[in-house]
């Protein structure tokens, strides 16, 4: 049973707090990315998203995302985020906007 986009993408935040990369891209289609808004492709593919998460992670253990408010419109979801690296270094905020395919998310761009 699908969770329908919003709770997928609370989901897809749930599991990146977890540093959880395999639940993460589980939620995403096999030809999935995540990139700067109407930019470049920073993370191709589930695998390049795994790779990508897994060095963010190495380099940034603490990091962590909360929601502050979500939007969601047909198949897209936007989410005002504040994202914290570390303890020592103060926290940044993001928008990120999922797109769908079916109840999976085939693309996400950050808006920094």
């Known amino acids: 049973m699908s969770l329908g986009p919003l709770a997928t993408a609370e989901q897809m935040i749930a599991f990146y707090n977890a540093q959880d990369v395999d639940g993460y891209v589980s939620l995403m289609t ?4 995540e990139a700067g808004y109407r930019g470049a492709v920073l993370r191709e593919g589930r695998e390049g998203v795994r790779a990508g998460l897994l060095a963010m992670f190495a380099e940034y253990p603490e990091n962590r995302a909360e929601i502050l ?3 969601e419109l047909g ?7 504040r994202v914290f690296r ?6 940044f905020e993001v928008m990120s906007v999922y797109s769908f395919e079916g109840d999976k ?6 808006i920094r």
């Open 105 to 110: 998310v085939s693309r996400v761009e950050f």
């Open 30 to 33: 096999d030809d999935a990315c």
């Open 75 to 81: 198949s897209h979801i936007a989410l005002h985020e």
């Open 86 to 91: 570390s303890s020592s270094t103060e926290p």
């Open 69 to 71: 408010t979500s939007f």
